[in-house]
């Protein structure tokens, strides 16, 4: 005959439920993502970590832990730093908006190719500030590049690029405007010539481009060029990874005006989080303030509810 065994009584710590915090809804402000305790290995996580993967777009809904991945990549990651731009409600662009629209077109080419050589100064001013790098005649494009590199940030550099590179555009002055677009690949050869190991290697988290976003034409028209600006450099560069996280109603903006939407397709991680995963993060935070761990994997949520 067998005899059921008695289940152990669940004794909670003292002041358990008073003691737990669950964190905010909006992650910018959760004390908690400074715990790497707290976090979840997720795929979308791991894609981010993985420096030979090529997915570049971490897209997700409001709450699935976008900008928790950027600060989990910080805390970990010496070589990973976070970027939030705020020049898509203040660039504007020249001429028609419509010439901007077809990829294949010099204006389109030449927004994303300002945004190629502002993402290649912010890798090499952080090379300075990490003294991985000092200018010398050895490195005459970057000399060149020395005035956009030390007094300008991103958001400047960009306005400064912009305003430059399609006045030239526009006068039109042909052989200046190619030079302008050839300094891209010159920098790059200089940057790679210039790296001397890993820690030379830099991600780029752009993320909360919702801070900046008003919706317009124009802010799609950017944050496309950004997009593709980001797909180039991630297939050129060793030392550069731009990893951009978007919301999934600002990505489908792009994916209704992109005629090149399928080369942006290929790079995206969705943000999608399973039941084990969910389970995983909330007994996670609800073991965080005892000294002594619940056992995962559902013990913790039966002690609790």
Not at 18 to 37: H, P, W
Not at 159 to 182: A, C, S
Not at 292 to 297: F, Q, R, T
Request: some cysteine; glycine content about 2%.
């Amino acid at each position: 005959m067998n005899i059921p065994l008695k289940q152990p009584k669940i004794r909670l710590p003292k002041d358990a439920l008073a003691r737990i915090d669950v964190g905010q809804s909006f992650a910018e402000y959760d004390l908690i993502r400074t715990k790497q305790e707290a976090f979840v290995k997720t795929p979308a996580i791991n894609a981010a970590l993985d420096s030979s993967h090529s997915k570049c777009f971490f897209v997700g809904r409001r709450g699935t832990g976008k900008t928790a991945i950027t600060y989990y990549l910080v805390a970990t990651q010496k070589t990973a730093v976070q970027l939030i731009p705020q020049i898509f409600d203040i660039i504007h662009l020249p001429g028609n908006l419509s010439d901007f629209k077809d990829t294949r077109q010099r204006p389109f080419k030449t927004l994303v190719n300002c945004f190629q050589r502002s993402l290649q100064d912010e890798v090499v001013s952080l090379w300075i500030k990490n003294n991985h790098f000092k200018f010398n005649d050895k490195k005459p494009i970057l000399n060149r590049e020395r005035n956009l590199i030390e007094n300008f940030d991103f958001d400047t550099r960009m306005m400064k690029l912009v305003e430059d590179t399609f006045d030239v555009l526009y006068k039109p002055n042909e052989k200046e405007w190619l030079r302008q677009i050839n300094r891209v690949k010159e920098i790059s050869i200089e940057m790679n010539e210039s790296r001397e190991s890993e820690a030379w290697d830099f991600k780029l988290l752009i993320d909360r481009i919702d801070e900046s976003w008003n919706g317009s034409d124009e802010a799609v028209i950017l944050l496309m060029a950004l997009m593709h600006a980001c797909v180039q450099t991630i297939a050129s560069f060793r030392s550069i990874r731009p990893l951009l996280f978007l919301r999934e109603n600002i990505f489908e903006r792009i994916r209704q005006i992109d005629n090149e939407f399928a080369r942006l397709e290929t790079a995206v991680v969705s943000l999608d989080w399973s039941r084990e995963q969910l389970l995983e993060l909330i007994e996670k935070r609800l073991n965080l303030p005892f000294n002594s761990k619940l056992p995962l994997g559902g013990t913790t949520w039966e002690y609790f509810f």
